[in-house]
């Protein structure tokens, strides 16, 4: 162990200083009160909310869950109160905790619907960052946004002019190339990327032959999709310059590395906070450990530093 070593964590996404690099993930964490006398929440780096409509929304028929093999399917369909119920009555406690927020967003029926929201949250001022989720896989659609490189860099494009907060764009994995998908989020002017969201699923009761969800369908997240996830922050990684978010299976220190190492500035636990609410801060304790072991003053000098395997 190196003596004398005092890591230092924090990180930047664009302007957004975080005080290290460990978020919660949208739709995993709830608005953050819900898990208020659990962890200090004071402690994150970040928080990013549920995702948010500009209507409220019921969400999909119930089963919403169920446990597969090293991971779990959702369809919560995107489950909210709204954006209007969201500013009068959620984010004021988000705004007492004096830590950066991330208001994740998304459109039901039309592309602009996304307009709507960021011009509302432009406005507040407890709104540190917007993540536009152009890749939900349980809205029931042909097609999501982010499998489309135009659509992405249009409708990019279309927000970013409307607010100068922080835009995070998350990524799909259920697509052909991630990488074309990411290079268009940066041309439009995308402030970070946010990656992976969860994969297209299904599992089957063998033995009343119904589908577990009552969507059928569901998004994959879990341990299961980690390796994936890893890939796809290292290709990403490597083909633009903006901070990733990476996500997908993080459940402890050395998974949140493995992300980090692959080239993500800062790392999202998600389905980790159902099984231990602590993960996250967990996570933060033992990356400052691993730094100070190995004699690491900054995360930048790990961050994308994959190594040749060795002959």
Same mark, same amino acid.
């Given at each position: 162990?190196?003596?004398?070593?005092?890591?230092?964590?924090?990180?930047?996404?664009?302007?957004?200083?975080?005080?290290?690099?460990?978020?919660?993930?949208?739709?995993?964490?709830?608005?953050?009160?819900?898990?208020?006398? *659990?962890?200090? @929440? !004071? &402690? %994150? /780096?970040?928080? $990013?909310?549920?995702? =948010?409509?500009?209507?409220?929304?019921?969400?999909?028929?119930?089963?919403?869950?169920?446990?597969?093999?090293?991971?779990?399917?959702?369809?919560?369909?995107?489950?909210?109160?709204?954006?209007?119920?969201?500013?009068?009555?959620? *984010?004021?406690? @988000? !705004? &007492? %905790? /004096?830590?950066? $927020?991330?208001?994740? =967003?998304?459109?039901?029926?039309?592309?602009?619907?996304?307009?709507?929201?960021?011009?509302?949250?432009?406005?507040?001022?407890?709104?540190?960052?917007?993540?536009?989720?152009?890749?939900?896989?349980?809205?029931?659609?042909?097609? *999501?946004?982010?499998?489309?490189?135009?659509?992405?860099?249009?409708?990019?494009?279309?927000?970013?002019?409307?607010?100068?907060?922080?835009?995070?764009?998350?990524?799909?994995?259920?697509?052909?190339?991630?990488?074309?998908?990411?290079?268009?989020?940066?041309?439009?002017?995308?402030?970070?990327?946010?990656?992976?969201?969860?994969?297209?699923?299904?599992?089957?009761?063998?033995?009343?032959?119904?589908?577990?969800?009552?969507?059928?369908?569901?998004?994959?997240?879990?341990?299961?999709?980690?390796?994936?996830?890893?890939?796809?922050?290292?290709?990403?990684?490597?083909?633009?310059?903006?901070?990733?978010?990476?996500?997908?299976?993080?459940?402890?220190?050395?998974?949140?590395?493995?992300?980090?190492?692959?080239?993500?500035?800062?790392?999202?636990?998600?389905?980790?906070?159902?099984?231990?609410?602590?993960?996250?801060?967990?996570?933060?304790?033992?990356?400052?450990?691993?730094?100070?072991?190995?004699?690491?003053?900054?995360?930048?000098?790990?961050?994308?530093?994959?190594?040749?395997?060795?002959?």
């Amino acid at each position: 162990m190196v003596k004398n070593i005092k890591p230092d964590i924090s990180v930047n996404i664009g302007n957004l200083d975080l005080k290290n690099p460990v978020m919660v993930a949208s739709g995993t964490f709830g608005y953050a009160e819900e898990f208020k006398g *659990l962890i200090d @929440l !004071k &402690k %994150l /780096g970040a928080i $990013v909310t549920k995702t =948010i409509t500009v209507k409220p929304r019921i969400g999909n028929l119930p089963p919403r869950t169920c446990e597969t093999p090293s991971g779990m399917l959702n369809s919560i369909g995107l489950e909210n109160p709204g954006i209007d119920v969201f500013i009068e009555e959620k *984010l004021p406690f @988000l !705004k &007492k %905790l /004096g830590i950066p $927020v991330i208001v994740s =967003i998304a459109a039901e029926d039309s592309p602009e619907e996304f307009s709507v929201l960021v011009s509302k949250l432009d406005k507040m001022d407890a709104v540190s960052a917007i993540e536009l989720n152009i890749s939900c896989p349980n809205l029931q659609k042909d097609r *999501l946004i982010s499998q489309d490189a135009q659509a992405t860099f249009e409708l990019v494009s279309l927000v970013r002019k409307l607010t100068s907060k922080i835009l995070i764009t998350k990524l799909s994995p259920n697509v052909t190339c991630i990488s074309d998908i990411a290079m268009a989020a940066e041309g439009a002017g995308s402030d970070a990327l946010a990656l992976i969201n969860t994969l297209s699923g299904m599992s089957i009761d063998v033995h009343k032959r119904i589908p577990m969800l009552g969507a059928w369908e569901g998004g994959l997240s879990g341990p299961a999709i980690r390796p994936i996830a890893v890939k796809m922050v290292w290709e990403v990684y490597n083909k633009i310059k903006i901070p990733i978010i990476g996500m997908g299976g993080i459940m402890d220190t050395e998974s949140a590395l493995e992300f980090i190492i692959a080239g993500a500035t800062a790392v999202s636990v998600g389905t980790a906070n159902f099984i231990n609410p602590k993960a996250s801060l967990e996570i933060i304790s033992g990356l400052r450990q691993y730094m100070a072991d190995n004699g690491i003053l900054s995360l930048s000098n790990i961050t994308g530093r994959l190594k040749a395997c060795k002959d």
